[in-house]
């Protein structure tokens, strides 16, 4: 914590921003007289690296007028306290007090304004909604002292662990602070809910589900990554369904990818859309239909065995499946062969283009494949994540310098060590896949209780009626947020917390850095870190020492540097930048050049194509192309991708920021002439799912048959909600997202 001398003239320290953008950035605060007055590059940041608008600008957030600096009780639970309702909120059993939005309810939502009373089921046994937070406003919420917060909340998650047991309470939430060691708002609830008795958890990710799942059965683990700086070795940069002028992915892709475009390094984008990189590092680009990857992953593969590209010995010694693969590229399984003019006929890209990108491709040694997180959020993206592995080992490019593993978080491989708060196993052992999780709240599993962390579940969560419908369903709702979200609204007590300027901390990421942030001011109003939230109802609880282990949030971080292979601490903390030894690593790169000295994690030891194992937990034995949905009614594809000036919907309410974020439906303009659509008029969006209205951008930067409009806009925000359109239905066998596998109907408003 800054000492008082520090609130009288100017300092700079070292910060870094903990937010869910895979980076990590080496940053500088600026304060004067104990107020921030502006972030930038840190002086002592290693060569690539550089920060990015949203780290630039925390000013903005942190001193925005709507943050919520008090905690937030729901108008009405002193009626429920008097009652003894459990619940207490507006339209739950009792009468409403007064300012209460009482039986309101979104147009469409689905919420009932009454029926069964809080815990009980329906006649189908699943929990019927009870209404009362849809339609909610800041004027529903009255300021509260934290003693009272903390209390009621404490007596809430009591009473729901007595009546219904601990797994009754889910908690949501992770990525508001998901980099650091101790400020982690992904470990910071699962270890007080640990020794709270237990609770429902949430598994999987929604960025990067499919990935995930598959990579173990695949190579035995999920760090298969490269560095950054590797990549200056390419030949050829394939950028597949990858955007990092907007996304980041490290503090040092953006800058490297610039120099390597710059050195007249080809760079390949595959991309239904026209995105900033491909203006950036002046890329060529490949517009395909999105969910059609594998067809055009098979593809190559079928032409780099048809024209003898590929060293069948090589991929023997290193994986095991091949020759079941060969024969599905080749059609001897009864399919068709997986031709330039099949691929064609899926992927809406011309078979010449194939056939010159297959070309370049295979004539360039090292070649890098870097998937995005993209082709993976699709109906059986699981494998493609898997196709573009067996890509790069087929062509020879796994495991070199310059090359890459090909499949999804191309760039993950461990941190330097460094110790984390601990985080001891869920008792209850009740877990649901995230990308569902509204799904089983309202199926009737006993969920009486959501915890929500750092997450703004109910727009980001696919299929948003039914999350509110989710929300509207349980007795009691807790969210830990900066600002009023459409998930805040729909909750009981919101309690306002720091920002990573407010409080110490070390941050990992997926390069081989760790970065210092140092406390830059005092808390803003009365907010609170989640660690002394939690360490407050700990108290309250009865098991504070449990949670605490008897120390502070700084003593845990003390404890962790110390406990690091961070040699100059003094100097850790005053440049905010540890770099570890080696700065080119290369995942496989020992087992690549002597597969049987350096085994993989697999039954085979080797890189497994073809997997039974994968077969019988639901998934295809080798990889294949999804067949997509059929729906007439919804001919147009939509993608939904992110913005670089919001992390996932973060940012989207402050003025500053949204100024920069294009918040149109781009749409083709044959797609547009074929409606009588023209540029910026207000157009109807309708999938299976729901609609949404919005503005209309008629541009060629979008294939036609698709239509785009990045994912992150807030229910009562200018730009649009696009999950109102997306299905909780996952892709297999990994319960993964598939938001990039929309089928929607675009018409004039």
């Not at 189908?124 to 937070?133: D, L």
């Not at 953006?254 to 050195?263: N, Q």
């Not at 962390?453 to 807790?478: E, P, T």
């Not at 797609?671 to 209205?693: H, K, M, T, Y």
């Amino acid at each position: 914590m800054p000492d008082s001398s520090s609130k009288i003239g100017s300092r700079r320290v070292p910060v870094s921003c903990n937010r869910d953008c895979l980076t990590g950035c080496p940053l500088e605060a600026q304060i004067k007289d104990g107020e921030l007055i502006g972030i930038g590059n840190s002086p002592y940041r290693p060569y690539l690296m550089t920060g990015c608008p949203r780290g630039y600008r925390m000013a903005e957030v942190v001193y925005h007028p709507e943050r919520i600096t008090r905690p937030l009780v729901r108008k009405g639970l002193e009626y429920a306290e008097a009652s003894g309702a459990l619940g207490g909120r507006s339209g739950s059993a009792g009468a409403p007090a007064s300012g209460s939005p009482a039986g309101s309810g979104s147009a469409g939502s689905g919420s009932a304004g009454s029926g069964s009373p809080a815990g009980t089921e329906s006649p189908a046994g699943s929990k019927p909604p009870t209404g009362g937070r849809s339609g909610s406003t800041r004027e529903s919420f009255r300021e509260a002292g934290w003693d009272e917060a903390l209390d009621l909340v404490a007596r809430k998650l009591s009473e729901t662990k007595e009546r219904h047991g601990p797994a009754s309470v889910i908690s949501l939430g992770g990525s508001g602070a998901c980099r650091g060691v101790v400020h982690n708002t992904e470990r910071v609830p699962r270890r007080f809910f640990s020794f709270f008795g237990g609770f429902t958890d949430t598994v999987g990710a929604y960025s990067n589900q499919a990935s995930d799942f598959v990579k173990p059965f695949m190579y035995g683990t999920r760090d298969i990554g490269i560095d950054v700086k590797t990549l200056f070795d390419s030949q050829l940069l394939i950028l597949w369904g990858f955007n990092p002028a907007d996304t980041r992915f490290g503090p040092e892709t953006e800058a490297g990818l610039h120099k390597i475009s710059d050195r007249g390094t080809p760079i390949v984008v595959i991309d239904p859309r026209r995105s900033r990189t491909v203006r950036r590092f002046r890329a060529r680009r490949l517009p395909i239909y999105p969910g059609t990857d594998a067809a055009l992953m098979l593809a190559l593969l079928g032409m780099a065995v048809s024209t003898g590209r590929v060293d069948r010995d090589y991929i023997e010694a290193r994986s095991t499946g091949f020759a079941e693969l060969e024969d599905h590229l080749l059609g001897r399984d009864g399919s068709p062969p997986k031709t330039a003019e099949w691929a064609a006929g899926i992927c809406g890209l011309p078979a010449g283009h194939i056939r010159d990108f297959a070309e370049l491709y295979f004539e360039s040694r090292p070649a890098a494949l870097l998937t995005g997180f993209a082709p993976q959020r699709n109906l059986g993206g699981e494998d493609a994540d898997r196709l573009a592995g067996v890509l790069q080992l087929a062509l020879g490019n796994a495991g070199v310098s310059g090359g890459s593993a090909g499949s999804g978080q191309w760039n993950a491989l461990p941190s330097p060590r460094c110790e984390r708060l601990p985080v001891p196993p869920n008792p209850a052992g009740s877990e649901v896949p995230v990308y569902t999780w509204a799904d089983q709240v309202l199926s009737g599993r006993p969920i009486h209780f959501i915890y929500n962390v750092g997450g703004n579940y109910l727009v980001q969560g696919s299929d948003i009626r039914k999350n509110i419908n989710a929300f509207d369903s349980v007795d009691f709702v807790v969210t830990h947020d900066l600002f009023f979200t459409d998930t805040a609204r729909h909750s009981d007590v919101i309690l306002p917390v720091t920002t990573f300027l407010e409080r110490r901390d070390v941050l990992r990421s997926n390069t081989n850095y760790l970065f210092y942030s140092e406390q830059a001011i005092e808390p803003v109003g009365e907010s609170r870190n989640d660690y002394d939230i939690f360490a407050g109802l700990a108290e309250r609880l009865g098991f504070p020492r449990d949670f605490t282990g008897g120390l502070s949030a700084d003593q845990w971080l003390d404890r962790c540097i110390e406990a690091s292979e961070v040699t100059d601490k003094k100097e850790f903390r005053k440049t905010g930048i540890y770099a570890g030894c080696d700065q080119k690593r290369i995942a496989l790169a020992d087992f690549i050049t002597d597969p049987d000295s350096h085994q993989l994690g697999t039954p085979s030891g080797r890189i497994e194509i073809a997997d039974s194992r994968y077969q019988e937990g639901g998934g295809n034995r080798i990889p294949t192309a999804h067949p997509g949905e059929n729906l007439p009614d919804f001919p147009l594809r939509m993608i939904t991708p992110h913005e670089r000036l919001r992390n996932n919907s973060q940012f989207e309410n402050i003025p500053a920021f949204r100024k920069g974020i294009d918040g149109s439906i781009w749409i083709n303009p044959a797609d547009a002439g074929d409606r009588n659509i023209r540029d910026g008029e207000i157009v109807w969006i309708e999938s299976p799912n729901g609609n949404l209205e919005g503005t209309c951008r008629v541009t060629e930067d979008i294939m036609p048959g698709v239509v785009s409009c990045s994912q992150g806009g807030w229910l009562n925000e200018p730009n649009p909600a696009v999950n109102h359109l997306s299905s909780t239905k996952p892709t297999l066998p990994s319960h993964g997202s598939r938001t990039h596998s929309i089928r929607v109907q675009v018409k004039k408003a």
